[in-house]
């Protein structure tokens, strides 16, 4: 149980372009979403808090105007990278939480987004 | 801000021994300390958490301890295998929410 899934794995886009990410938990309803961004070597930063039914909220550095969240439902939560540029290649990963796991966060696989 | 620091950034061990890895934290209203594994380009996997009401938590080969006075928490992995090569990461709660601040990870590498 408490499976996530994130789709596509790979992007390769051009600069400009926006490239859309989603997160999905598959076997639980996720009361709230948190969206990461890896880059090589580094660690997880937190960009911002997904949830369902209400706007995001974003750390702080973060442009809520170029990385565009939106949680349609409990099981769904997309970031858009909008215009995107060489320096937002990174590695996106997604984490939900279920209502019955107190604090545990359920990671999805991962989006590695390359911009050229 | 609140922050996450983890020692050290590489460690190399022979199979068999034992591998420590330190955090420290300075939020003291966290309450939530998870370890994270993550080999290259894969979700992070939990390993074992503890929380602030615990002091210590063992989970076969691996054992977390957490001490709230000094706001340090260290993950032990005993007789070490080479597939616990990977990157391991720390984490604290942030204040009394569900978000997370993650340490800088350290790479740990066992050798046959």
């Known amino acids: 149980g408490a499976v996530v899934s994130q789709h596509p794995s790979r992007v390769i886009c051009k600069s400009g372009t926006s490239v859309k990410i989603e997160c999905r938990s598959l076997?639980?309803?996720?009361?709230?979403m948190f969206w990461y961004r890896q880059f090589p070597k580094k660690s997880l930063m937190l960009m911002a808090t997904?949830?369902?039914?209400?706007?995001?909220?974003?750390e702080q550095g973060v442009e809520k105007d170029k990385f565009l969240i939106n949680h349609a439902s409990l099981t769904l939560s997309t970031l858009t990278v909008t215009s995107a540029h060489p320096e937002d290649s990174s590695f996106y990963i997604c984490?939900?939480?279920?209502?019955?796991?107190?604090?545990?966060?359920?990671f999805g696989p991962g989006t590695r987004l390359t911009v050229l | 801000g609140e922050n996450v620091e983890q020692h050290p950034s590489t460690l190399s061990v022979q199979e068999g021994d034992s591998a420590v890895i330190k955090c420290t934290y300075s939020?003291?209203?966290?309450?939530?300390f998870p370890w994270y594994k993550q080999e290259l380009g894969k979700r992070p996997q939990l390993i074992i958490d503890?929380?602030?009401?615990?002091g210590e938590k063992k989970d076969q080969r691996i054992a977390v301890t957490l001490n709230k006075t000094a706001k340090h928490f260290s993950l032990h992995i005993t007789e070490t295998q080479p597939e616990d090569s990977a990157v391991y990461f720390c984490?604290?709660?942030?204040?009394?929410?569900?978000?997370?601040?993650f340490g800088t990870g350290t790479r740990l590498q066992v050798f046959p």
């Open positions: 984490s939900a939480i279920a209502g019955t796991s107190y604090n545990e966060q359920f």
């Open positions: 076997d639980f309803q996720a009361t709230t």
């Open positions: 997904s949830n369902e039914g209400s706007k995001a909220t974003y």
């Open positions: 939020d003291s209203a966290s309450n939530y």
């Open positions: 503890i929380r602030s009401n615990v």
């Open positions: 984490a604290a709660s942030i204040r009394n929410t569900d978000k997370l601040i």
